[in-house]
């Protein structure tokens, strides 16, 4: 069964030759707890780059978004949300952006209504019933726009928030969280059988499994110091198939970034400055600071505003 709870561990094999991370000097390369296939391989050559994104803007509803925690300056959320559009444009990616919908205060937070996965979009159940509607623009962009495959929800029961959804490059991790329960953990499962897929219990008062822990390079997990983040991650090395190696940041929000075609973007120095120390101090890739403070405010990461998609040129006739 592809969704499981690993009760043992698999025999450890030497690993593959191939590009090292992009952790400096002080940990050691990561090694596999079982064999990888070829496909396994390709993904991690071709992991963190894409070549699309699909982003919404900020709408004027955004100030009833579920979970906002202080007033919100939605001219200054705008300006951010713009600077994270640009931020990926630099780096190459093909933007897709949606028009603000007023009817969905909490559109502009993307990551939520898709996960695409070697050119196969699974569209997401919201755990939030007032976000169920924002599947739609995201179904008709990824059909129109980027034609790819598309895998729904069968599950009537079934919820999960795409920022619950933890992507290594060899393996997937589920959050089981107020938003995601196993049900749409299976369908995570189901909808990528070429992966393993585990499921990881997340702390009560915690949104999602990708508010405590994200990539920060190929096999890099970028987590913070805070005791339900390394709690998660003993979790996650427990069960995992291969080993990862971490990079412990101070500030929690800062353990949420994205790795984008060779840049790790992540929060400023004006939002997380010791976290900032951290990935210069201790990464070799390259870096793109983004503030995102008022984003922030409804419960938000760096991952959520967009979803990224990696489309395979198709030959010329």
């Known amino acids: 069964m592809l969704l499981r709870h690993l009760s043992r561990r698999a025999r450890v094999f030497p690993a593959p030759a191939r ?15 079982c064999s990888s296939s070829a496909r396994h391989q390709s993904g991690m050559a071709t992991f963190g780059r894409y070549t699309h994104a699909i982003v919404c803007r900020v709408p004027n509803a955004f100030k009833e978004a579920v ?56 569209l997401c159940r919201p755990g939030h019933a007032s976000r169920r509607g924002e599947v739609d623009a995201i179904r008709a962009v990824i059909k129109k726009e980027l034609e790819l495959p598309i895998v729904e929800v069968l599950d009537p029961k079934a919820t999960l928030d795409g920022g619950d959804v933890l992507f290594t490059g060899r393996e997937f991790f589920v959050g089981l969280s107020g938003r995601t329960n196993e049900a749409g953990a299976a369908a995570v499962a189901a909808a990528f059988p070429e992966f393993s897929c585990t499921p990881i219990r997340v702390p009560a008062g915690t949104l999602h499994l990708k508010t405590l822990v994200t990539m920060a390079g190929p096999d890099i997990l970028a987590v913070s110091e ?9 979790r996650i090395e427990r069960e995992a ?22 840049t790790l973007i992540h929060r400023a120095r004006s939002e997380c400055p010791e976290s900032c120390d951290v990935f210069e101090d201790r990464l070799s890739t390259n870096l793109h600071p983004v503030c995102i403070s008022e984003l922030a405010k409804a419960d938000a990461g760096l991952t959520c505003c967009s979803i990224l998609v990696r489309k395979s040129k198709r030959p010329q006739l």
Do not use: M
């Open 67 to 122: 979970g906002l925690s202080a007033p919100v300056n939605l001219d200054e959320a705008r300006r951010q949300h713009e600077a994270y559009v640009r931020s990926l444009r630099q780096l190459d990616v093909d933007v897709i952006e949606l028009p603000a919908d007023e009817k969905h205060p909490d559109c502009v937070f993307v990551e939520d209504c898709a996960v695409v996965c070697n050119g196969i979009a699974l």
């Open 226 to 234: 805070l005791d339900d983040a390394q709690t998660v991650l003993k």
């Open 241 to 262: 198939t291969f080993r990862y190696q971490t990079l412990t940041v101070r500030e929690p929000a800062a353990a949420n970034c994205v790795l984008v075609n060779g």
């Open 19 to 33: 590009a090292a991370a992009c952790l400096r000097p002080g940990a050691t390369s990561p090694r596999p707890l």
